[in-house]
């Protein structure tokens, strides 16, 4: 049971440049979530879904697109990357409507934007 | 706009000292967390307390909520040099986002 995991761990691109980051989750999960976090910030919510097939924006979105085409992955994608992206992406799960909305957290994704 | 707000931002105390973390919030909840965060690492879950409760343990914390004064504080006692890192209050409304804030740096000296 290996939780949520994050791909890649870090990653360097130029501005303009595009990648997607892959969150993956074996809990069966029905909600998920694509955080930045900045310093100082906090977690800053970029996207969310609470099914398979579903999303929706969060506080941040602009910049970013997301797909729930399984229910254990979420990715985030960056059509044209900017230095003001450069962040810490965290994705976390939750069980579902339970009401609690309890997170579990991958590692985290280091992204530089040059 | 972030919903909950730590204070202090930085926090410095000896190993065997009480640690207090509080957080502000501005609209109404279901439930308030805690979550811990290492260096370089992703966010555990702490503590949960709902909106109808005032104050909640769990080993060492001690969790209190006033929402007449949207306000929760977090309490670590008789801290260990592991406990240092960041921690995070989030809240949780009537929907499917939790908001976190910007978090306290707890450092614990040996």
């Known amino acids: 049971n290996a939780g949520v995991t994050q791909t890649p761990k870090f990653r360097v691109l130029k501005t303009g440049q595009s990648m997607t980051l892959l969150c993956a989750q074996d809990?069966?999960?029905?909600?998920m979530y694509w955080y930045r976090q900045d310093p100082g910030m906090g977690l800053r919510l970029i996207h969310y879904?609470?099914?398979?097939?579903?999303?929706a924006k969060g506080e941040v979105p602009d910049g970013y697109n997301v797909s729930r085409l399984k229910k254990q992955n979420f990715l985030l994608g960056l059509e044209s990357a900017a230095p003001s992206q450069t962040s810490v992406y965290f994705c976390?799960?939750?069980?579902?409507?339970?009401?609690?909305?309890?997170?579990?957290f991958g590692a985290g994704s280091r992204l530089t934007v040059l | 706009s972030q919903q909950g707000e730590e204070d202090p931002q930085a926090l410095s105390i000896q190993e065997g000292e009480n640690a207090t973390m509080n957080c502000s919030y501005k609209t109404s909840i279901n439930n308030l967390q805690w979550y811990r965060q290492n260096s370089g690492r992703g966010l555990v879950h702490l503590i949960l307390?709902?909106?109808?409760?005032r104050e909640k343990h769990s080993g060492r914390l001690r969790v209190t909520l006033d929402t007449s004064k949207k306000s929760s504080s977090l309490l670590i006692t008789a801290s260990r040099a592991a406990d240092t890192a960041s921690y995070f209050c989030a809240t949780k409304d009537a929907g499917n986002m939790l908001t976190f804030g910007g978090g306290t740096r707890l450092m614990v000296k040996p």
């Open positions: 879904s609470v099914g398979e097939g579903t999303t």
């Open positions: 307390i709902r909106s109808n409760e």
């Open positions: 976390a799960s939750v069980i579902g409507s339970s009401g609690a909305n309890v997170l579990t």
């Open positions: 809990m069966n999960h029905e909600y």
